[in-house]
């Protein structure tokens, strides 16, 4: 309890808007590229442009000890930041101020970092960090090790089957959609029921084979399979909540003679080979020293001649995590890098590259989706896991569907063989309409 004796914090002689405003403005350009509302009534700032709220002296200090992406989100998840009306076009307006100023280039120099520090000062925020919020990764552990992927995956996937029915199609489909057609009548559970048949096609899929879903989350591939044509799966996940979910539904469709979901990792499946194996953007989760090792388990549990179906982002340039954000609250640990790179791995464990399907824009409007069900669902979502959960979602979909929508990422069905001993790939000669 605060003794009510104690004197309180100096307000700031000059408002706080002013302060924050001042400091900004050196390091971004004039005028400012938002309008900025802080926690004493003042504000600062153009108008015409995005408002951003500053609820607390917290956000200011946040950004101070996080510099850029993660101070800004952690502000922003807590509520102590927060931006009006359109996030989605608030963050478009400040990229563009960006790109036009080239702002990405710029370095502060001393001068400016002597101003942020009397600015600091004034506001009365020179002070230890404070704790990070609670829907933050606290992953330990060796890297990539069985017990920690376990807990990486378990932050993500097991927060709540009925949180992520609300976002997904009934496919509970968790993967960039196939989108055949522009028709409004065309909804996401059409594009993942086409993506998850164009799978199928691709690995020639035929009643009585055998196949292995790596990383099968809540069961949509491995059920399509089995229910659309007749074969029998065994999915691997993680994810507790993931496999209790498959297991009932298989159960509902009376599927378990043909399906068998299994909570198991990628490097201990113990009854291969199969005739097919997919794996849909799973492989960004294992890590660049391990994805030798998964490769590896792609060729281990393929028959020759058998194809692999791997589906997986991609992104170049700095942060092949996806961003501090990302990094911090979504998925710890993730691992992308360009198609190439990881096209030689593949080949380089043994598999013969087939072909290569570009589906970037088919994410975008499947995060639009995702976005759109979100939002339709806002309040049951706070219900579920509180408000700062879903504000780690918003942020997520908002900035995820624009890093495919402007190239900063990509996804791609990659269609690889493991030839036999005489180089045979059991390819047709001719591409035909089953590979799409």
């Given at each position: 309890?605060?003794?009510?004796?104690?004197?309180?914090?100096?307000?700031?002689?000059?408002?706080?808007?002013?302060?924050?405003?001042?400091?900004?403005?050196?390091?971004?350009?004039?005028?400012?590229?938002?309008?900025?509302?802080?926690?004493?009534?003042?504000?600062?700032?153009?108008?015409?442009?995005?408002?951003?709220?500053?609820?607390?002296?917290?956000?200011?200090?946040?950004?101070?000890?996080?510099?850029?992406?993660?101070?800004?989100?952690?502000?922003?998840?807590?509520?102590?930041?927060?931006?009006?009306?359109?996030?989605?076009?608030?963050?478009?307006?400040?990229?563009?101020?960006?790109?036009?100023?080239?702002?990405?280039?710029?370095?502060?120099?001393?001068?400016?970092?002597?101003?942020?520090?009397?600015?600091?000062?004034?506001?009365?925020?020179?002070?230890?960090?404070?704790?990070?919020?609670?829907?933050?990764?606290?992953?330990?552990?060796?890297?990539?090790?069985?017990?920690?992927?376990?807990?990486?995956?378990?932050?993500?996937?097991?927060?709540?089957?009925?949180?992520?029915?609300?976002?997904?199609?009934?496919?509970?489909?968790?993967?960039?959609?196939?989108?055949?057609?522009?028709?409004?009548?065309?909804?996401?559970?059409?594009?993942?029921?086409?993506?998850?048949?164009?799978?199928?096609?691709?690995?020639?899929?035929?009643?009585?084979?055998?196949?292995?879903?790596?990383?099968?989350?809540?069961?949509?591939?491995?059920?399509?399979?089995?229910?659309?044509?007749?074969?029998?799966?065994?999915?691997?996940?993680?994810?507790?909540?993931?496999?209790?979910?498959?297991?009932?539904?298989?159960?509902?469709?009376?599927?378990?003679?043909?399906?068998?979901?299994?909570?198991?990792?990628?490097?201990?499946?113990?009854?291969?080979?199969?005739?097919?194996?997919?794996?849909?953007?799973?492989?960004?989760?294992?890590?660049?020293?391990?994805?030798?090792?998964?490769?590896?388990?792609?060729?281990?549990?393929?028959?020759?001649?058998?194809?692999v179906l791997i589906q997986q982002m991609s992104r170049c340039g700095r942060h092949p995590g996806?961003?501090?954000?990302?990094?911090?609250?979504?998925?710890?640990?993730?691992?992308?890098?360009?198609?190439?790179?990881?096209?030689?791995?593949?080949?380089?464990?043994?598999?013969?590259?087939?072909?290569?399907?570009?589906?970037?824009?088919?994410?975008?409007?499947?995060?639009?989706?995702?976005?759109?069900?979100?939002?339709?669902?806002?309040?049951?979502?706070?219900?579920?896991?509180?408000?700062?959960?879903?504000?780690?979602?918003?942020?997520?979909?908002?900035?995820?569907?624009?890093?495919?929508?402007?190239?900063?990422?990509?996804?791609?069905?990659?269609?690889?063989?493991?030839?036999?001993?005489?180089?045979?790939?059991?390819?047709?000669?001719?591409?035909?309409?089953?590979?799409?």
């Amino acid at each position: 309890m605060a003794d009510p004796e104690a004197p309180a914090d100096p307000l700031p002689a000059r408002p706080a808007a002013e302060i924050i405003a001042g400091v900004l403005e050196p390091l971004t350009g004039s005028p400012l590229p938002v309008r900025i509302e802080a926690w004493d009534g003042s504000s600062a700032g153009p108008s015409g442009v995005p408002v951003v709220e500053l609820a607390s002296p917290d956000a200011i200090l946040r950004m101070l000890w996080h510099p850029g992406e993660l101070g800004a989100a952690q502000a922003y998840v807590t509520g102590e930041l927060d931006v009006q009306g359109d996030l989605g076009a608030a963050l478009d307006h400040v990229w563009r101020v960006v790109h036009e100023r080239n702002l990405r280039a710029f370095r502060p120099h001393p001068r400016n970092l002597a101003r942020i520090a009397r600015a600091a000062r004034e506001l009365g925020v020179l002070r230890t960090a404070p704790e990070a919020p609670r829907s933050q990764a606290r992953i330990r552990g060796r890297l990539h090790s069985l017990r920690r992927d376990k807990r990486a995956i378990s932050h993500h996937y097991d927060l709540s089957n009925d949180f992520y029915s609300k976002i997904l199609d009934p496919h509970m489909a968790y993967s960039c959609g196939y989108w055949m057609s522009s028709d409004p009548s065309y909804t996401v559970e059409d594009a993942q029921r086409d993506k998850l048949d164009l799978v199928c096609r691709k690995l020639g899929l035929r009643e009585g084979m055998r196949v292995l879903d790596i990383g099968c989350g809540w069961g949509s591939l491995s059920i399509h399979a089995a229910d659309k044509f007749g074969v029998d799966v065994v999915g691997v996940t993680l994810s507790r909540e993931q496999k209790a979910f498959a297991d009932k539904r298989i159960a509902e469709i009376g599927l378990t003679d043909r399906v068998d979901i299994r909570l198991q990792d990628y490097r201990e499946i113990p009854d291969g080979p199969f005739d097919a194996v997919a794996s849909l953007e799973m492989g960004e989760h294992v890590g660049q020293r391990n994805y030798p090792r998964y490769a590896q388990a792609l060729f281990e549990n393929v028959k020759p001649t058998g194809r692999v179906l791997i589906q997986q982002m991609s992104r170049c340039g700095r942060h092949p995590g996806g961003g501090p954000f990302i990094e911090s609250f979504i998925a710890p640990d993730m691992h992308m890098r360009p198609v190439g790179e990881t096209i030689g791995m593949l080949e380089e464990a043994g598999l013969e590259l087939r072909d290569v399907h570009a589906l970037r824009e088919h994410y975008v409007r499947t995060v639009d989706a995702w976005h759109q069900q979100f939002e339709a669902n806002w309040d049951e979502l706070c219900a579920m896991v509180g408000e700062e959960v879903a504000r780690v979602w918003r942020l997520y979909l908002v900035g995820g569907g624009r890093a495919f929508r402007d190239g900063r990422m990509g996804v791609d069905q990659l269609l690889l063989v493991r030839p036999d001993r005489s180089g045979g790939s059991g390819m047709p000669a001719v591409r035909g309409p089953a590979h799409g």
